[in-house]
C-alpha cells in the first residue's frame, strides 16, 4: 500500500471516529423521546461498525546533528554526523522502516517506522542510540519512537554560550502541519518572532535552532503545538566547555502537565567529578520542572531505588517560568523520580557523568505516561542497558518481559522500583504492567542516556451507531 493511501486512511479512521461519537450522543437523545414508553421500554436499534484496520506509525529521532556543513560553513543548516541505530517491534508481520526528507534548515534523516495492517491495527515501537565522537561533538544519546501528535513537551535544552539545543520537528503525514513553539525559561514566557506558524512540508523534518529565539538562557522548556499534519518533536542538546566537548543527547518528549509525573530511569554516576575544571556549573544534577498554570505549586520529590534506597526532596515552582532543582550528595545508582504537586506540571532530569577520556556526557531523562496490560517495546544498542519499572499504584505487580522464547518475572511492590537488565535489539513485550511506568537507561564509558517506554497507541475500536 502506498505512503499517501496509509495515511489517508488513517486520518479517515479518526476522523470517523469524533463523528460516530457526535451521532451515538444525539442517537440517545432521541431514542429517549422517540422510542419506547416506561411501561413497553423498546431498545433502539443499532448497527455495530468496526472502522477499517490502519497502518501504525512511530517516528524515531535520527542522527546526531551539527550546524554546519562537513567542512564547517553553512551554520544556518543542521547536518548529520555518524548514524543512529534503530531496534523495532510490532504486534504485526513486519516493521517498514523508510526516511524522511530534510528541509531547508536541514534533517537529522528520521526514520519512519511502519507496521502494516492486517486483520486488524498493530502496534509498533521502536528507540534509537548513537555513540557520536566528532570534533567537539562527543558524547552518548538514547530516544524513544514516537506516536505523532498535536501537542509535545520538551523538557530540556541550554543556549547558554558553548550549548547547542536543536528542535527537530518530523511531519510523517500526507499534509502541511503549522507548529507553534511555547519557549518558557527562567524568567516567563519567550516573546520571540518566527515562534509561530512554522511550516512542515509532508514528510520531512524542519530542525529550529534554540538559539534563534532565546539566548544565554541555560534553563529551558517547549512546548510544541501542531494543526494540520500532526508532528514527532525531539530536541538535541550538544555542549562545549571552553574548548573540551561536554556531552550530546537528545530529549524525548515527557509526559503532559499532571500533578503526578514519574521519570523513570535517571542514571547519576560520578556528578562531582563531572563539576570539576571550568565551565561545568550545568554539570550539576538537576529535576527540571515548569507549571503551566498561574499559581505556585508546592513538590515534593520521591528518589528511589531497586534496592529501597532513595529519600524525599521539597521545592516550589513558581508559575510560568522555568525551575531547576539542584539534587546534590545523591550515591551513584539509578534512580526514579515520583514528583507530586499541587498544580499540573511538566518535568525532566539531567545529570552529567565523566567519561573514560577524560571528557564528559550528559543524560536527558523524560516522564513517562502509565502503560496498559500489555506493551510492545525495543531497546536500541547500548552499554549498561537496564529498564526500570515503576509501580505507583496500590496493588504489587508481577510483569512477564518476554523476548523470543525467553521470559522473565519481575515483582514490581506498590510504591516501589525495579530494575532490570534486558537485551538489546530486539522485541520486548511487557504483559502485567497495567499503571506502571517504565524507562530505558544506559550507563557506559562513553556516556550515559535513556527514554521512556512508550504505551501502545490507542486505536479504534468498534462503536455502535443509533438512528
Known amino acids: ?60 529521532a535520527g542522527s546526531a546533528l551539527r550546524l554546519s556543513d562537513e567542512s564547517g560553513n553553512d551554520a544556518t543548516t543542521a547536518s548529520t554526523v555518524g548514524s543512529s541505530q534503530v ?31 492486517g486483520d486488524r491495527t498493530p ?30 513537551w520538551l523538557v530540556g535544552g541550554s543556549t547558554e554560550t558553548g550549548r547547542t539545543s536543536l528542535v527537530t520537528l518530523s511531519n510523517p503525514t500526507d499534509v502541511n502541519a503549522t507548529v507553534d513553539l511555547d519557549v518558557f525559561d527562567a524568567s516567563g514566557t ?20 534554540l538559539s534563534g529565539f532565546v539566548s544565554d538562557q541555560g534553563s529551558t522548556v517547549v512546548h510544541v503545538t501542531s494543526s494540520g499534519g500532526q508532528i514527532v518533536a525531539h530536541m538535541q542538546e550538544s555542549i562545549v566547555r571552553t574548548l ?75 508559575p510560568g517560568v522555568v525551575t531547576d532543582v539542584a539534587l546534590d550528595d545523591f550515591p551513584d545508582g539509578r534512580y526514579s523520580f515520583t514528583v507530586t504537586s499541587t498544580e499540573p506540571l511538566v518535568a525532566g532530569a539531567r545529570t552529567t557523568k565523566p567519561t573514560d577520556d577524560g571528557r564528559s556526557d550528559l543524560g536527558w531523562f523524560a516522564s513517562a505516561e502509565p502503560l496498559g496490560d500489555r506493551v510492545v517495546t525495543a531497546v536500541a544498542p547500548g552499554g549498561g542497558a ?41 522485541q520486548l513485550v511487557l504483559t ?20 521512556p517506554v512508550r504505551p501502545a497507541t490507542e486505536v479504534s475500536t468498534p462503536l455502535r451507531v443509533y438512528p
Open 432 to 451: 502485567g504492567a497495567e499503571g506502571l511506568v517504565a524507562g530505558v537507561s544506559y550507563d557506559a564509558d562513553d556516556g550515559i542516556g535513556g527514554f
Open 123 to 152: 502496534q509498533v515501537a521502536g528507540s534509537t542510540s548513537q555513540s557520536v565522537s566528532s570534533g567537539d561533538l562527543v558524547g552518548f544519546g538514547a530516544a524513544s519512537c514516537d506516536d505523532p501528535g498535536q501537542s509535545t
Open 244 to 318: 573540551t566537548p561536554g556531552g550530546y543527547d537528545v530529549v524525548s518528549g515527557g509526559a503532559a502537565p499532571s500533578r503526578t509525573q514519574v521519570i523513570p530511569a535517571v542514571v547519576l554516576r560520578g556528578a562531582e567529578e563531572a563539576q570539576r575544571g571550568d565551565d561545568t556549573e550545568d554539570a550539576a544534577p538537576v529535576l527540571r520542572l515548569f507549571v503551566p498554570g498561574d499559581r505556585a505549586a508546592r513538590v515534593t520529590v520521591g528518589i528511589t531505588t531497586a534496592d529501597g534506597g532513595g529519600s524525599t526532596v521539597n521545592a516550589t515552582a513558581e
Open 190 to 209: 519567550v516573546q520571540a518572532p518566527g515562534t509561530t506558524g512554522i511550516v512542515v512540508a509532508p514528510n520531512t523534518q524542519k530542525v529550529v535552532p
Open 386 to 426: 537496564r529498564m526500570n519499572l515503576v509501580n505507583p499504584t496500590r496493588t504489587d505487580a508481577t510483569v512477564t518481559i518476554t523476548s523470543g522464547d525467553r521470559e522473565q518475572e519481575v515483582e514490581v511492590a506498590s510504591g516501589s522500583t525495579a530494575t532490570v537488565q534486558v537485551p538489546v535489539s530486539t
Open 87 to 117: 531496534a523495532t517491534g510490532t504486534t504485526g508481520s513486519t516493521v517498514d522502516l523508510s526516511t524522511l526528507e530534510p528541509s531547508t534548515t536541514g534533517g537529522s534523516d528520521p526514520q519512519l517506522l511502519t507496521a502494516p495492517a
Open 1 to 60: 500500500m502506498s505512503t499517501e493511501h496509509r495515511s489517508v486512511r488513517r486520518w479517515v479512521v479518526r476522523g470517523t471516529a469524533t463523528a460516530v461519537a457526535v451521532v451515538v450522543a444525539a442517537g440517545a437523545v432521541t431514542a429517549a423521546h422517540a422510542i419506547g414508553t416506561e411501561s413497553t421500554p423498546v431498545r433502539p436499534a443499532g448497527r455495530l461498525v468496526t472502522p477499517v484496520p490502519a497502518d501504525a506509525e512511530r517516528v524515531c
